[in-house]
């Protein structure tokens, strides 16, 4: 069956059918392309051709959007209904076959920038296609290669794998029987032989300036879009990410060193000049703080771990990083990939280890000079007071935390647009996402089309082993996390409702895998912290209402990413006007941020600033210096004189 009143489409699909010897039929909507098919029906009777007429029926919630739609593309200036129609348009011109008239222009508009080119001031980065066969195979092929090599992770100083302390196995979260390789914790004193290397090397890396920093940064992002495939691969195995969201974060890590390159040539490159009177000049210059600390997250473990250190090293400063505890392996490679695209190997030291041991260490150490982290809120006001009790300098800290992540729809939001953007928003990566939504309020008219909806998407949803290109939704991280969503889960079935929940695969118990789960809570203020992991909690909330719900949203004291969906632009105000929140997204899902194009960080609870992937994200990195220098006292002014 066909359905088309484009008659170069009818031709077509007609001769195609003819020459296989297939008979087809073919669909008009009732009251349009009636000529056309009569046309046709005359000239291929012979072939007893067959038309049939449909017409739409339904209530208005369904009927109105399909029409809308019609009414659009029937409407467009580049459709066949609106050329036939147009008298002015030739019938040859009409009846054109539509791949000649293509092949007649140019490969692309003059204009439109093709997409490695969208930036003016970098290059975009590159993906990967999985629905192509070739780049499954080579996914395939990079898996096969991480299977059989086991990897090896620990202290990393000089550029060189030092012994470490406490080895431990690295292990698949969809196999737990898959050892894929083994880390060592850095040591106190290795901490401190690599804390000395950095600070020595620092001082000439700061000297060079942004432009020789830039140079080493972008080569990072070429290396990391060449080993894109094996990198993609250790991502699935080791941090259960799905090829798609595994080629995303390597991407992200490649916008993130070119974006810092950018922001390293534009703001490093030498003093500001400042207005001031005449007689004397006044400049600023920027320059790193020293050394900096490092500590990033399981669940970016390339992206967030490489982005933090690419923008400490775009301001001048060296870096001790440390990576989570779950993925050592990633961070190992990516600390390699740094030297090798030129980085002096004291810049830049990896030193593995448990938060309590190896992070408590670098935030009493002596010879840091700042420390970024990306984590949980709690993990962040320990490492706040800890630094605020340190003798000496008050250094500077930036954190990017947690969030309870609110979507609020109302009854002009278009259902199936809500439906796609909450499934990919709250189950994306597993829930892992510090963005990822967690309360959804939906109006009390419109709240049971959309669960319906919600748990119809959900259903649809493949979960199972990550490396798969099939799988939607992978393993969350450890046994911790599963076994904490599971207690909420129970809490939910005693104080909520559950709506639905995902179907496991055969085998499920391998590994670290849980049920995506929709619940309905009673309370628009249910959660009292972030619950990190594929759960979404419905509210039914009257419109009347909506200031009370959105303060006790707010209340909670986060701020880190707002989802609304609404047609009226006075109700999105006012929730942005009630709800705090650093990143706010607007009729579409709110997980995601693309660096230099949305900025990513929260407020309150959810993060000091600045923001990663911002024009202000080196700032907090640098230190400033004012220079004001009175060169009348050398005889007067240059441009005074020469007036």
Known sequence: QFATHNAVSLAAVQHMARRAGERVEFQRLHGMGEALYEAAEEIWAADRF???????????????????????????????????????????????DPILQVEAHPDRHSRIPAPRNMYTDRHNS??????????????????????????????????????????????????LNQVLGHVSEA?????????????????????????????????????????????????????????????????????????????????????????????????????????????????FPLAIFTGQIAAALAAGNAVLAKPAEQTPLIAAEAVRLYHKAGLNPDLLALVPGRGETVGAALVSHPGVDGVAFTGGTDTAAMINRSLAARPGAIIPFIAETGGLNGMFVDTTALREQVIDDVILSAFGSAGQRCSALRMLYVPKDSADQIIEGLKGALAAQVVGDPADPGTDIGPVIDM???????????????????????????????????????????????????????????????????????????????????????????????????????????????????????????????????????????????????ISNNISAQGGDPALLNL
């Not at 809308?68 to 409407?75: A, H, K, S």
């Not at 020789?212 to 990410?241: F, I, P, Q, T, Y």
């Not at 390159?261 to 001031?276: C, W």
């Not at 409702?497 to 995506?516: D, V, Y």
Request: aromatic share 6%.
């Open 187 to 299: 040591t106190e004193a290795e901490i401190d032989t690599a804390a000395a290397a950095a600070a020595k090397a620092q001082i000439l890396w700061d000297r060079q300036g942004g432009a020789r920093r830039a140079l080493v940064l972008n080569a990072m992002a070429d290396a990391l879009e060449a080993d894109m495939d094996r990198l993609v691969a250790l991502l699935s195995r080791e941090a259960g990410k799905t090829l798609n969201d595994g080629v995303a974060e390597v991407r992200e890590a490649a916008d993130f060193c070119r974006y810092y390159a950018m922001l390293a040539e534009r703001d490093f490159g030498g003093p500001g000049t400042l207005q001031g009177p005449v007689g004397e000049t006044n400049q600023l210059v920027l320059h790193g703080r020293g050394v900096f600390a490092c500590i990033s997250p399981w669940n």
């Open 126 to 175: 590159l993906g990967r296609d999985y629905s192509r066969l070739e780049d499954r195979e080579r996914h395939a092929m990079a898996l096969e290669l991480v299977d059989r090599e086991k990897l090896t992770s620990g202290p990393i100083i000089g550029g060189m794998l030092r012994a470490g302390t406490n080895p431990q196995d690295v292990t698949n979260p969809y196999d």
């Open 50 to 96: 067959v038309v049939r007429g449909y017409a739409p029926v339904g209530g208005h919630e369904e009927l109105l959007p399909y029409l809308v739609r019609r009414l659009l593309e029937n409407g467009a200036n580049s459709s066949f209904v609106h050329a036939l129609l147009d008298e002015r348009v030739p019938a040859a011109t009409v009846a054109a």
């Open 480 to 626: 911790e996390s599963r076994q904490m969503l599971e207690a909420h889960v129970k809490r939910l079935s005693r104080e909520g409702k559950i709506l639905a929940q995902a179907t496991l695969p055969a085998g499920c118990e391998r590994g670290e895998l849980f049920a995506p789960t929709i619940a309905e809570v009673k309370t628009p203020d249910f959660l009292e912290k972030e619950v990190f992991g594929p759960i979404l909690h419905i509210y039914r909330y009257d419109p009347a209402r909506l200031n009370e719900v959105a303060g006790k949203l707010a209340a909670r004291g986060y701020g880190l990413t707002l989802g609304i969906h609404s047609r009226i632009e006075a109700f999105a105000s006012e929730v942005i006007r009630l709800v705090p929140a650093g990143n706010v997204y607007i009729n579409r899902s709110i997980t995601g941020a693309v660096v230099g194009v949305q900025p990513f960080g929260g407020e309150g609870l959810s993060g000091t600033g600045p923001k990663a992937g911002g024009p202000y994200s080196l700032i907090r990195y640098a230190s400033e210096k004012a």
